[in-house]
Antibody, heavy 119, light 109 residues
């Protein structure tokens, strides 16, 4: 059974850092595309970052240069390192398996972890 | 980067058919995926590759895609279908490859 479990969210001051983790089971993270998607309170889904199976990474303009997506193959875990956090980064952060065929579809999602950036 | 446009809200009476649109430039040339999100829950895939249904999704959910509009159709709408629905495409040529629509709130009257 495929499962994704996020952790690492919490309250952080503006300018601070946080690292989110997404532990996967039932499939191999390194063989798949993996993505982070966030949702600010009362807002829609916003794509944040993706890492391809080959290791290429891409970021939304709103987080580029501040966030880093990575994975630990030995732990089958996806990460999102978030630096220089701003109030507008406050959101629930979801990790998702981005299954690739001729397109990319987020077929499994974690339950989400809440990040609150506030003084 | 590619932009997807959805109506903010759609309302439908129980037992009727709801249609939620997703507009994009020549979207018919891309594969469209649809997600359902209920309050406090993670999104759930309901339609992928324009019209395929994951296991466990009722046949009442269907999808189509042509020209500049993709459509999610929910037949015989039930109260439990009330949720936010998002369309998504993969823009392979872009540095921002995963694109979501703004979402549509489906209200069952």
């Amino acid at each position: 059974e495929v499962q994704l479990v996020e952790s690492g969210g919490g309250l952080v001051q503006p300018g601070g850092s946080l690292r989110l983790s997404c532990a996967a089971s039932g499939f191999t993270v390194s063989s798949n595309y993996m993505s982070w998607v966030r949702q600010a309170p009362g807002k829609g889904l916003e794509w944040v970052s993706v890492i391809y199976s080959g290791g290429s990474t891409y970021y939304a303009d709103s987080v580029k240069g501040r966030f880093t997506i990575s994975r630990d193959n030995s732990k089958n875990t996806l990460y999102l390192q978030m630096n220089s956090l701003r109030a507008e980064d406050t959101a629930v952060y979801y990790c998702a398996r981005a299954r690739y065929s001729s397109s990319v579809v987020a077929d499994y999602w974690g339950q989400g972890t809440l990040v609150t950036v506030s003084s | 980067s590619y932009v997807l446009t959805q109506p903010p809200s759609v309302s439908v009476a129980p037992g009727k058919t709801a249609r939620i649109t997703c507009g994009g430039n020549n979207i018919g040339s891309k594969s469209v995926h649809w997600y359902q999100q209920k309050p406090g829950q993670a999104p759930v895939l309901v339609i992928y590759y324009d019209s395929d249904r994951p296991s466990g999704i009722p046949e009442r959910f269907s999808g189509s895609n042509s020209g500049n509009t993709a459509t999610l159709t929910i037949s015989r709408v039930e109260a439990g279908d009330e949720a936010d629905y998002y369309c998504q495409v993969w823009d392979s040529s872009s540095d921002h490859p995963l694109v979501f629509g703004g979402g549509t709130k489906l209200t069952v009257l």
